[in-house]
């Protein structure tokens, strides 16, 4: 088992920044891949990032990085737009990383991120 949670949400306006972070434990943390997905009201849950790619509407404003030692990936995203304001999860598999939420056996609860105009 894996328990993720994320922190860092908020509000925020356009062009601004967050950094969002999810801790992770129950698992020794190398050996899980992490993505990040978000989810707006009345759509589907979408990917993000993981370590090594990044959704065509994010690219070059948001990175990710993780911390091996805290057990915690961050996701940190610039130049906000509205367009932005999800909830972002942080999901977690033992299989492999991708673009799909069906790839991730574990999620978070979520976190907030408004991005006012």
């Known amino acids: 088992q894996v328990q993720l949670v994320e922190s860092g949400g908020g509000l925020v306006q356009a062009g601004g920044s967050l950094r969002l972070s999810c801790a992770t434990s129950?698992?020794?943390?190398?050996?899980?891949?992490m993505g990040w997905f978000r989810q707006a009201p009345g759509k589907e849950r979408e990917f993000v990032a993981t370590?090594?790619t990044f959704a065509d509407s994010v690219k070059g404003r948001f990175t990710i990085s993780r911390d091996n030692a805290k057990n915690t990936v961050y996701l940190q995203m610039n130049s906000l737009k509205p367009e932005d304001t999800a909830v972002y999860y942080c999901?977690?598999?033992?299989w492999g990383a991708g673009r799909l939420v069906s790839a991730y056996e574990y999620w978070g609860q979520g976190t907030q991120v408004t991005v006012s105009s």
């Open positions: 129950g698992r020794v943390f190398s050996s899980i891949a």
């Open positions: 370590s090594t």
């Open positions: 999901a977690a598999s033992a």
